[in-house]
């Protein structure tokens, strides 16, 4: 129901060009958080399938992970569901790979992939076992390539038949100069995504220092959630700590479910969370049945929600910029204007002036 912008247009060129040579490709796509580096990457993929090949995407999440499987699938519609790679209509059967997956399900996708029923599998760290075999592996795509090592993106590019190296795209959001990829990515062409699609909207950033700017925080997801907005609350923490006082998520929502959002639908997410509950948590916060998501840095990639337009980070000062830019990205994803508080507990150290 789009059209691609110019920048998602030239880029899809650039990709088509190396796909076409003999040698393979290994490209770098930088891209601002929700410029469509998604979507680029799956009329990649469509190419390289309706030429008989399967591709594999890496995710570093389990969320990240079902979510691009869900988006997809969305976007294919009925070509989701075609027959082999050899069948006359081309194969775009979608298959998801994660490390929490029931016996029965992971054997039934294994086959799947090993016979090529599956034109492209899209997975977690589990596509790097030994025991996943592809038919005929042609491209490999790592999102958040920060997430993994060089080592890892070898593994998967190993995996191609019979000795062919597949062709590598890796995919970042994290602002990087063109100078520092260079250096860190030498061995990689670069692509810059550097327009967003229309109707995304600018995100302002504020920061809260100490409690009393905090109560305008907690005062703002209320008038938020009051316009049938949705917020995020970002925690460095699962649990409490001994050693760091920091805002653990279990606290946290336990706080602020019976003081200053007392009355709102919060829930809670963090990473050792059984998958099927983590699913079911981010499906009911897709839905709008939740007004807070209080979360740890689980939601920091992908995780895709138009209506939600504010995002709080406790102790922000204990976040690198890579991760805070990360996280921010996931409001401003919708056409109402979003906002992110960094929230920072004022140092005694150094004088009230001069934060």
Known sequence: ?????????????????DLARAQPMSRLLQGEVGSGKTLVSLLAMLRVVDNGYQCAILAPTEVLAAQHYRTMKTML??????????????????ALLTGSMKTKGRRETLLDVVTGQAGIVIGTHALLEDKVEFFD???VVID????????????????????LTPDVLVMTATPIPRTAAMTVYGDL???????????????????????????????????????????????????????????????????????????????????????????MVMDRFRRGELDVLVSTTVIEVGVDVPN????????????????????????????????????????????????
Request: contains cysteine; negative net charge.
């Open 1 to 17: 129901p789009f059209t691609l912008t110019d920048g998602q247009v030239e880029v899809g060129e650039e990709l088509a060009e």
């Open 77 to 94: 519609g009925d070509l989701a569901e075609a027959g082999e790679l050899t069948a006359a209509d081309g194969a775009t059967r979608l």
């Open 137 to 139: 592996l042609g491209l």
């Open 144 to 163: 958040e390539q920060h997430r993994f090592g060089v080592e890892q993106r070898d593994a998967l590019r190993q995996k191609g038949a019979d000795g």
């Open 189 to 279: 062409d670069v692509s810059v995504l550097d327009e967003l699609p229309p109707g995304r909207t600018p995100i302002t950033t504020h920061w809260a220092n100490g409690p009393l700017d905090e109560a305008a925080v907690w005062a703002d997801v209320r008038d938020q959630v009051k316009e049938g907005r949705q917020a995020y609350v970002v925690c460095p923490l699962i649990g409490e700590s001994e050693k760091l006082e920091l805002a653990s998520a279990q606290e946290t929502f336990e706080e602020l479910s019976g003081g200053e959002l007392y009355g709102l639908r919060l829930a809670l997410l963090h990473g050792k969370m059984p998958s099927a509950e983590k699913e």
């Open 308 to 355: 939600a337009t504010i995002m709080v980070i406790l102790d922000a000062d204990r976040f690198g910029i890579a991760q805070l830019h990360q996280l921010r990205g996931r409001v401003g994803r919708g056409q109402h204007a979003s906002r992110c508080w960094l929230v920072t507990q004022p140092d005694p150290d150094q004088p009230s002036d001069n934060p």
